[in-house]
């Protein structure tokens, strides 16, 4: 399985950028679905994420300025930032759960390999 990232730039504090993100391989489903991000110094820290069922969870950092959303058909999630800030530069990372088999009662966690977004003031 393979999670792979696009969508990251530099952009002007107040400009916007959509991320998305595409798992791919041998997937049987996928129960949550989502970005976490990683500035430097800091710990990585949960952005946003969306369950199967389409129940999105936010960073207080981040609502009413980011949207997730997902495709279940074609395995994708996409982060809509909007009203960037300097504070938000970041690598951001996707991050699913992902089962690849009917006949398991886990899901494995997975990570792609990030995306940088720079805030400039």
């Known amino acids: 399985v393979q999670l792979q990232a696009s969508g990251g730039g530099l952009v002007q504090a107040g400009e916007s950028l959509r991320l998305s993100c595409a798992a791919s391989?041998?997937?049987?489903?996928?129960?949550?679905m989502g970005w976490y991000r990683q500035a430097p110094g800091k710990q990585r820290e949960l952005v946003a994420t969306?369950?199967?069922?389409?129940?999105?969870n936010y960073a207080d950092s981040v609502k009413g300025r980011f949207t997730i959303s997902r495709d279940n058909a074609k395995n994708t999630v996409i982060l809509q930032m909007n009203s960037l800030k300097p504070e938000d530069t970041a690598v951001y990372y996707c991050n699913a759960d992902i089962k690849r088999s009917p006949f398991t009662t886990y899901y494995d966690n997975y990570w792609g390999q990030g995306t940088q977004v720079t805030v400039s003031s």
């Open positions: 391989g041998i997937i049987f489903s996928i129960n949550t």
């Open positions: 969306m369950t199967s069922a389409g129940h999105p």
